[in-house]
């Protein structure tokens, strides 16, 4: 199994702003997906992305993937303080037993 | 909301207690998962299991055992609870064989041992 790496490790923006955060990964994949964690509790699956594709949306988020780089980002358009979390990537290859997580970005969106 | 639950939600202990940490799930995946975390900071993959009568060790040691004799019950337990074990416990599952599948989480037990 294969860790992914995000970016940045915080990030602080104010309510209608976007907010964009990058993943890195290491080997080659057949998914990535991001998740989000509200203080304190389970993770939420935000949206999965698979290898032969390069881009995703699911209402404000739109996710790219770019697998020549080995990278992921994250854009939340037009952010609101309900979206304050941390965000975690998790890159899934068939090698692995489990997703790996991150240490995750956290995301403080304020009004 | 995914339909998968942990008991108790908080829990603080004295040193030497057995504890088990109560995790099920309504949806009839066959895989299931704890993992640790600690305040920041990454979870760490504890145990696994691919389905009834199917545990495995994840990537961080762990004194913890768990048990699968039903496919919608994944409990874990700790012997002889110490300080070094305080942190958070995430169980979460899926539905397929595959590693990509999406995972579905539980609330957490944060798990205090004094």
């Known amino acids: 199994s294969q860790q992914g790496e995000e970016d940045p490790q915080a990030l602080s923006i104010q309510e209608g702003e976007n907010a964009t955060m990058n993943c890195s990964y290491k080997?080659?994949?057949?998914?990535l997906q991001w998740y989000r964690q509200n203080s304190g509790r389970g993770l939420v699956h935000l949206i999965l992305?698979?290898?032969?594709?390069r881009e995703k949306h699911s209402g404000r988020l739109r996710v790219t993937l770019d697998t020549s780089k080995k990278s992921s980002s994250l854009l939340i358009t037009a952010s609101r303080a309900a979206d304050t979390a941390s965000y975690f990537c998790?890159?899934?290859?068939?090698?692995?037993?489990?997703?790996?997580f991150g240490k995750g970005t956290t995301l403080s969106v304020s009004s | 909301e995914a339909d998968i639950y942990q008991t108790p939600r908080y829990l603080v202990i004295g040193t030497g207690k057995k504890i088990t940490l109560e995790c099920s799930q309504t949806?009839?995946?066959?895989?299931m998962y704890w993992y640790q975390q600690d305040p920041g900071m990454e979870l760490h993959l504890i145990h696994y299991?691919?389905?009834?009568?199917?545990?495995e060790k994840g990537d961080l040691s762990s004194e913890s055992t768990v048990s699968r004799i039903r496919t919608e019950h994944f409990p874990l337990t700790l012997e002889s609870a110490r300080p070094s074990h305080t942190s958070q416990y995430l169980c979460?599952?899926?539905?397929?064989?595959?590693?990509?599948?999406?995972?579905?989480f539980g609330p957490g037990t944060r798990l205090t041992v004094l």
């Open positions: 992305i698979r290898s032969n594709e």
């Open positions: 949806m009839g995946h066959d895989k």
């Open positions: 299991s691919y389905g009834v009568n199917s545990t």
């Open positions: 979460a599952s899926s539905e397929g064989q595959g590693v990509g599948d999406e995972q579905f």
């Open positions: 080997t080659s994949i057949n998914n």
């Open positions: 998790a890159p899934a290859n068939q090698a692995g037993t489990a997703l790996i």
